[in-house]
């Protein structure tokens, strides 16, 4: 079966420093997400991403976040300056299509602990 | 806006018993929920989707979820629980439209099945 992958699967950084969490969505994929999980809370959706541009963003999505596809395959979530409440699960995740019926596949995710 | 409550969040059965994970959801139109599965170390896999077609759904493993829209409830069902059946199951709602791939997830269940 298709899979998306991420890495790093763990990270840790230090408070105020860049981190790139990097995904490769299945490769027919068209839309692209980034979701978050706090330890102990829900799974919380950030961004959607579309023909090269954000297509729908949560209030969590601020300015210190952005997201980019740089090449054919790779997706790539980027928080500028790291607070201690980044610390989460971040999950990436493509569908085919963005419409009613289309299975959304997760990744693995990866583990930012910021210290 | 679109909610999902998942009414456990844990349930213990013994391997060989039925499986019940109850969700409720809200929604202001006619919704796609889904039935995620997350094992330790892993990434979320879909279950089972409903998408507005038969109001069973089976998905895959034996799990089976009914949508009942008079009760908003999307519960989860197998008839016969396997010890690999352990893990976290999410609820989750799309928020449809254009924004399909905007998923809702409720609090997770975790599923322990004793020998």
């Known amino acids: 079966e298709p899979e998306v992958t991420q890495t790093p699967s763990h990270q840790v950084t230090q408070m105020g420093q860049e981190v790139i969490l990097r995904c490769v969505p299945i490769s027919n994929h068209l839309y692209f997400y980034w979701y978050r999980q706090i330890l102990g809370q829900k799974v919380e959706f950030l961004v959607s991403?579309?023909?090269?541009?954000?297509?729908?963003k949560s209030e969590i999505f601020d300015d210190q976040f952005s997201v980019e596809r740089p090449d054919g395959s790779n997706f790539t979530l980027k928080i500028r300056s790291t607070k201690l409440e980044d610390s989460a699960m971040y999950f990436c995740?493509?569908?085919?299509?963005?419409?009613?019926?289309?299975?959304?596949?997760f990744g693995e995710g990866s583990w930012l602990t910021v210290v | 806006a679109q909610s999902v409550t998942q009414l456990d969040s844990h349930v213990s059965v013994s391997e060989g018993t039925p499986v019940l994970l109850r969700c409720n959801y809200s929604s202001s139109y006619s919704p796609s929920l889904f039935w995620y599965v997350q094992h330790p170390n892993k990434g979320l896999q879909l279950l089972l989707k409903y998408t507005s077609a038969a109001t069973l759904v089976k998905g895959i493993n034996g799990f089976e979820a009914e949508f009942k829209k008079s009760e908003t409830s999307f519960h989860l069902t197998k008839p016969s629980a396997h010890m690999s059946d352990a893990a976290e199951y999410f609820c989750?709602?799309?928020?449809?439209?254009?924004?399909?791939?905007?998923?809702?997830f409720g609090q997770g269940t975790i599923l322990t099945v004793h020998p």
């Open positions: 989750v709602v799309s928020a449809g439209g254009t924004s399909y791939g905007k998923l809702t």
């Open positions: 995740a493509s569908s085919r299509d963005g419409v009613s019926g289309n299975t959304i596949y």
């Open positions: 991403f579309y023909n090269n541009e954000i297509s729908e």
